[in-house]
């Protein structure tokens, strides 16, 4: 919850009710409008991007904590993805300027170097990464519309995905639907979900949620990338 500088913690799967938290992170734990979150399910660290102090909190154990924080000044944070494999580098998806902070594993700086970034980007919105390596980016772009940029082995260039109609407005979060193998894009304004099946080129199909409900950051599975329980997939790319 952004304004109210919290994150509740859930047991999975949750249940067909809606109950409460068996756990809250407060401000008082660091939490400083905190937007998109992932959780290594490897090591259960709770990784959240927190706009307002320009960092990234790490949170072990279910919210003790925090135990490190990733340092993003100047930038503010928006969301954060964590690549799978040897490498376990982070990367942060930022507001404006638009781009994507890499941090290499064990590191509380970001390397300038390998940020990720796009010419036509205004404002940076969400980040994930697919079982092959690629990060997805989505964007509002200079005149006003969501994109989506993939990144080949989450490196420049990247390449902007064609999407069934054009954004208009800010997008929500790329979350991966692993099971089904579709990467999901929120399109907060039209209560809207764009899912694309490999290789997440587009245009892809449009669902619709709940009625009311304005997706943002959220996931049927949003985990550390890692590869698939099923039979081994080729990369389309």
Do not use: E
């Not at 990367?91 to 941090?103: E, H």
């Not at 290499?104 to 697919?130: K, R």
């Amino acid at each position: 919850q952004t304004f109210a500088n919290t994150v509740n913690i859930y047991n999975s799967p949750p249940g067909p009710s809606n109950p409460a938290p068996f756990y809250t992170i407060t401000a008082g734990q660091g939490l400083n409008s905190p937007m998109g979150m992932i959780s290594d399910i490897a090591t259960t660290i709770l990784y959240v991007a927190n706009y307002g102090a320009q960092n990234v909190l790490l949170f072990k154990k279910c919210g003790t904590g925090p135990g490190f924080s990733l340092i993003d000044a100047p930038f503010n944070p928006t969301d954060v993805a964590i690549s799978g494999g040897s490498s376990g580098a982070v990367y942060v998806s930022n507001d404006s300027p638009a781009n994507v902070t890499v941090f290499p594993i064990g590191s509380a700086n970001y390397v300038p170097a390998l940020t990720l970034t796009d010419p036509n980007a205004a404002n940076g919105v969400g980040i994930t990464i697919d079982r092959f390596g690629r990060c997805f980016w989505s964007f509002v772009d200079t005149s006003g519309q969501g994109r989506v940029d993939r990144f080949v082995n989450c490196a420049m260039p990247g390449v902007t995905i064609a999407l069934f109609t054009p954004i208009n407005g800010p997008p929500g979060g790329v979350p991966l639907d692993f099971q089904n193998n579709r990467l999901l894009l929120n399109h907060r304004a039209a209560n809207r979900t764009y899912r694309l099946p490999p290789p997440y080129t587009g245009p892809g199909t449009l669902h619709t949620p709940v009625g009311g409900a304005h997706p943002h950051f959220w996931s049927m599975r949003k985990t550390r990338a890692r590869a698939s329980r099923a039979a081994p997939a080729k990369d389309p790319a």
